[in-house]
């Protein structure tokens, strides 16, 4: 059963005000994928904090008007899932890589930074590392150097004792 007007328009007005927000969407075609696949992949969305909805196309085209993304309507055709995020890379990552692993979910087309989108565009994104990756390492690269001073004197002492049990022997 279709929605009425006023249903129709508290969607757009949802997905509008998650597009607002938004720092990237991707589109893909999702025909032939089973429920506990499309299931599966809703829980890996809401985890990466990714908006994720089947919607109609016409729904969609009225949301991101005047966006940054309203260039992305004209690639709004057939039977399309909608990853909304605002973490620049989680919208793409969570598709790109779900499809890896399911040939039913085609990535089509996506949008970043107002910027349009082909499937080696959303691939190149896909594989950024996330915000938490790129902390990590940050981290990890700040802390070698204190790491290799402190083996550093930890091996000059044990130099230094060396000696002094030789002499105790």
Known sequence: MGLNLDEKKAVVAEVSAKVAGAQTIVVAEYTGLQVAHLTRLRAQARAAGVYLRVLKNTLVRRAVQGSPFAELSGQLTGPLIYSVSEDPVAAAKVLYDFAKTNDKLVVKAGSYAGELLDVAGVQRLAAIPSREELLAQLLGMMQAPVTG???????????????EAEAVA
């Open 149 to 163: 001073f402190a083996c550093a004197l930890a091996a000059l002492a044990k130099q230094r004792e060396e000696p």
